[in-house]
């Protein structure tokens, strides 16, 4: 048994890990949409977080520990010093502002080679990333989101989204309860970001693009954001399409896409939806008392 397992860990180890760090990011952007905000910049904050703290364990030697530490404190400050003019948007209006942030981080990675090692990224990043440290991470996380979800800024975040107009007559400070929650949310990306970086050896610009926005995005729109089981099984999800549809070969985007595509179609609140699951239940106990 324990010679299957250590043979399982050596083949599917980084899978696995991933699967941690990609429940990271969409747990990262679920915390905005809860507040109703459609902001894709959490792929340039994980960036920020990975190129911070994989640039401070190469050149400075600074301990995982706090390598972890600043690199979700740098794209917590940059969150902050972009989110209050930028959250005063909305809509696609705010989604296209952080699209475009995006890209300004993208292009400064690229454009500062000496530091970054621009279009070639960095390599030889220590393999620092364990399997406990990513376990630790993501259940702090989810413990800390599910107190927040049941405390009176969470209350206050689901109000914001409902109705932003009355809940700021309900005296809700809405300007600081979005701004609260898309600092928060790029912290997490940042912790996604170092943990990824200091997994892999290597980071580039093209990681943390629009493509990496948009699976996200996605990841949380098919879970749904009813609850946190929604982001992180929509994360699983994602992640695991592409190794279990490997063998369609040039076939096998195209069913990921398909896949996506019928359950947003026909689930659009999303897998994790605790109300029809109610509802089935409710169905089934009254046809088995029928």
């Known amino acids: 048994m324990s010679e299957s397992l250590d043979n399982f860990w050596a083949i599917y180890s980084n899978l696995v890990l991933t699967l941690g760090t990609s429940s990271l990011l969409a747990l990262s952007i679920y915390l905005t949409l809860s507040c109703g905000l459609l902001a894709m910049a959490n792929a340039a904050f994980m960036g920020i977080g990975a190129y911070t703290s994989a640039l401070l364990t ?93 405390s009176r800024t969470g209350r206050a975040f689901e109000a914001i989204k409902e109705d932003e107009t009355a809940a700021g007559l309900m005296g809700i400070d809405v300007n600081a309860h ?9 912290a997490i990306a940042g912790l996604a970001g170092t943990l990824n970086a200091h997994l892999t050896f290597f980071i580039g610009p093209n990681e943390f693009g629009f493509d990496r926005g948009v699976d996200i995005l996605t990841m949380t729109i098919l879970g749904g954001i009813q609850g946190l089981a929604g982001p992180v099984l929509g994360a699983f999800i994602v992640t695991l399409l592409p190794e279990l ?37 409710g169905r089934r106990g009254r046809g088995g008392q029928a």
């Open 245 to 281: 549809l490997r063998g369609l070969q040039d076939w096998r985007l195209m069913a990921n896409g398909l896949i996506l595509v019928l359950i947003v179609l026909f689930l659009p609140r999303g897998l994790w939806d605790p109300a029809r699951l109610q509802r089935l239940l």
């Open 58 to 150: 190469m050149n400075a030697g600074l301990p995982f520990p706090l390598a972890l530490a600043a690199g979700a404190v740098a794209p917590a400050l940059v969150a902050y010093a972009i989110g209050k003019p930028t959250l005063r948007l909305s809509g696609v209006y705010l989604a296209m502002a952080t699209l475009a942030f995006g890209e300004v981080v993208r292009i400064a990675i690229l454009n500062t080679e000496s530091l970054t090692g621009g279009a070639l990224g960095l390599n030889g990043i220590p393999q620092l990333t364990q399997g406990w440290h990513v376990a630790l991470v993501l259940v702090g996380v989810l413990l800390l989101l599910e107190r927040l979800r049941r």
């Open 178 to 186: 979005k701004l609260a929650a898309f600092v928060l949310g790029a």
